[in-house]
């Protein structure tokens, strides 16, 4: 192993390292309070999910190591469950990278170092053996390596264009249980469309208009909330300066196709673990026809964990820095998604709710599945690099040996156990009353 990678390959907890319990309540600040404890709830459920949680701790452990000093777009946390399938605006199922709360540029490798811990953590609660997690994460840091080589060998609009075929790799997986698994994925992942949110979180009001259930505090009816969550606007009102406020960010086209569409409801709605607590709203629209459903999230973008604490960021808005560098990334990309900014000046960024979305269940993977479930996300991860900054940067630092894989894994399992240190001490906040957890 090279110098060089040896110092990438190194965990060492700087003697000043911060406590991640405060990282964790500093990143809570200008959340909503009684969203907090169900996060918590969430973090607590596994290892997996604590890591999920806590992208600003391993941020800024990153950010006190040694670099490669290769900068592209960074996904920002591109753990296993980051990646996904949705449709694209021609109706297409398409696997990449679903998660761009946190990108910002930066050194390649602390994507792919994300990817990897939470691969071999994933391994750890499969109960595969130190070793065996070891080498799964050096044969999909391997896949990384390869996939950038290829990458970096294409013409740059072969490359703009690659993208996973999901039909194609349902037929060509050698591994049968992978297989079937991705084929139950997909089905499912199809059929969570517009109708079927709605059948599952809306009803008819007595007037006849369908508006969202009020199930508080996951599902809370903006009608229902205090004035001022609204800024002391009508619900009419408040949604009048949103659509506006979106519409900015839009293209013509889309804009068009948005103005036949009638708004009908709004509702807070807690998704995810490590977004908890943010402002997160589900906005329902209805259109000319009896199916014709719009179901639309606004979530709001917070300051990248990525972002140094004395840098100003690239761009004016923080929504605009999430859908700019997921449009850059993936693919292809939701035709809804824009930012906006809401009445009380927060930054918002828009996609089409549940659009054919669906993931991976991990506890659900064999440890060939997993294995192999590693290299697909390396693939995306490589090709999402690699529009950002084309590949031959990365390619040319990281060679064409396996030194570069060894440092990876190396790195995989020993910040591993830091990571499992730092959630017994998220457990021991919990249980000693410091942090209330909730598993609603």
């Given at each position: 192993m090279t110098n060089t990678f040896e110092r990438l390959a190194n965990w060492n907890p700087p003697a000043n390292r911060r406590d991640p319990l405060a990282v964790l309540r500093e990143q809570e600040e200008g959340r909503i309070p009684w969203l907090l404890?169900?996060?918590?709830?969430?973090?607590?459920?596994?290892?997996f999910?604590?890591?999920?949680?806590?992208?600003?701790?391993?941020?800024?452990?990153?950010?006190?190591?040694?670099?490669?000093?290769v900068l592209v777009q960074l996904c920002g946390d591109a753990h296993l469950l980051n990646f996904g399938f949705y449709a694209s605006p021609e109706r297409s199922l398409l696997f990449d990278i679903v998660d761009f709360d946190e990108t910002y540029p930066g050194p390649f490798e602390w994507d792919l170092k994300r990817l990897l811990v939470s691969l071999y953590l994933t391994g750890r609660e499969h109960n595969l053996e130190g070793n065996d997690c070891l080498r799964m994460v050096k044969r999909v840091a391997r896949h990384y390596r390869k996939s950038i080589m290829d990458l970096a060998q294409m013409p740059l609009m072969e490359m703009w264009a690659m993208r996973v075929d999901v039909e194609q790799l349902l037929v060509d997986s050698d591994n049968k249980g992978f297989r079937r698994h991705l084929k139950a994925v997909t089905k499912k992942a199809r059929e969570r469309d517009t109708l079927h949110a709605a059948e599952r979180i809306c009803t008819t009001n007595g007037e006849g208009h369908l508006i969202f259930r009020h199930e508080p505090p996951e599902?809370?009816?903006?009608?229902?909330?205090?004035?001022?969550?609204?800024?002391?606007?009508?619900?009419?009102?408040?949604?009048?300066?949103?659509?506006?406020?979106?519409?900015?960010?839009?293209?013509?086209?889309v804009q068009q196709l948005l103005s036949y569409f009638r708004w009908s409801d709004w509702a807070l709605k807690a998704v995810g673990v490590a977004s908890v607590g943010t402002r997160c709203a589900i906005g329902l629209w209805t259109g000319p026809?009896?199916?014709?459903?719009?179901?639309?999230?606004?979530?709001?973008?917070?300051?990248?964990?990525?972002?140094?604490?004395?840098?100003?960021?690239?761009?004016?808005?923080?929504?605009?820095?999430?859908?700019?560098?997921?449009?850059?990334?993936?693919?292809a990309s939701d035709a809804f998604l824009g930012w906006s900014t809401t009445p009380e000046g927060h930054n918002m960024v828009w996609r089409h709710f549940r659009d054919w979305k669906g993931s991976v269940v991990l506890e659900e993977l064999d440890d060939a599945g997993l294995a192999l479930y590693g290299k697909l996300c390396a693939w995306v991860l490589a090709k999402a690099h690699a529009r950002s900054?084309?590949?031959?940067?990365?390619?040319?630092?990281?060679?064409?040996?396996?030194?570069?894989?060894?440092?990876?894994?190396?790195?995989?399992?020993?910040?591993?156990?830091?990571?499992?240190?730092?959630?017994?001490?998220?457990?021991?906040?919990?249980?000693?009353?410091?942090?209330?957890?909730?598993?609603?």
């Amino acid at each position: 192993m090279t110098n060089t990678f040896e110092r990438l390959a190194n965990w060492n907890p700087p003697a000043n390292r911060r406590d991640p319990l405060a990282v964790l309540r500093e990143q809570e600040e200008g959340r909503i309070p009684w969203l907090l404890p169900i996060r918590h709830g969430r973090m607590a459920a596994n290892l997996f999910a604590h890591v999920r949680g806590s992208a600003a701790t391993m941020a800024a452990d990153l950010a006190s190591q040694p670099s490669s000093g290769v900068l592209v777009q960074l996904c920002g946390d591109a753990h296993l469950l980051n990646f996904g399938f949705y449709a694209s605006p021609e109706r297409s199922l398409l696997f990449d990278i679903v998660d761009f709360d946190e990108t910002y540029p930066g050194p390649f490798e602390w994507d792919l170092k994300r990817l990897l811990v939470s691969l071999y953590l994933t391994g750890r609660e499969h109960n595969l053996e130190g070793n065996d997690c070891l080498r799964m994460v050096k044969r999909v840091a391997r896949h990384y390596r390869k996939s950038i080589m290829d990458l970096a060998q294409m013409p740059l609009m072969e490359m703009w264009a690659m993208r996973v075929d999901v039909e194609q790799l349902l037929v060509d997986s050698d591994n049968k249980g992978f297989r079937r698994h991705l084929k139950a994925v997909t089905k499912k992942a199809r059929e969570r469309d517009t109708l079927h949110a709605a059948e599952r979180i809306c009803t008819t009001n007595g007037e006849g208009h369908l508006i969202f259930r009020h199930e508080p505090p996951e599902l809370w009816r903006h009608g229902l909330l205090p004035d001022e969550w609204r800024g002391d606007l009508s619900c009419a009102d408040w949604n009048e300066e949103m659509e506006a406020s979106y519409s900015d960010s839009m293209p013509s086209h889309v804009q068009q196709l948005l103005s036949y569409f009638r708004w009908s409801d709004w509702a807070l709605k807690a998704v995810g673990v490590a977004s908890v607590g943010t402002r997160c709203a589900i906005g329902l629209w209805t259109g000319p026809h009896q199916d014709d459903l719009l179901i639309l999230q606004c979530k709001e973008a917070r300051r990248s964990v990525l972002q140094p604490p004395d840098a100003n960021a690239p761009w004016p808005h923080q929504g605009q820095r999430v859908v700019e560098s997921q449009r850059l990334m993936q693919t292809a990309s939701d035709a809804f998604l824009g930012w906006s900014t809401t009445p009380e000046g927060h930054n918002m960024v828009w996609r089409h709710f549940r659009d054919w979305k669906g993931s991976v269940v991990l506890e659900e993977l064999d440890d060939a599945g997993l294995a192999l479930y590693g290299k697909l996300c390396a693939w995306v991860l490589a090709k999402a690099h690699a529009r950002s900054s084309k590949a031959t940067p990365i390619a040319n630092f990281i060679g064409n040996d396996d030194s570069f894989d060894d440092a990876m894994a190396q790195f995989s399992a020993t910040y591993s156990e830091q990571a499992r240190c730092d959630y017994k001490q998220f457990l021991a906040a919990i249980e000693a009353g410091d942090l209330v957890s909730s598993h609603a």
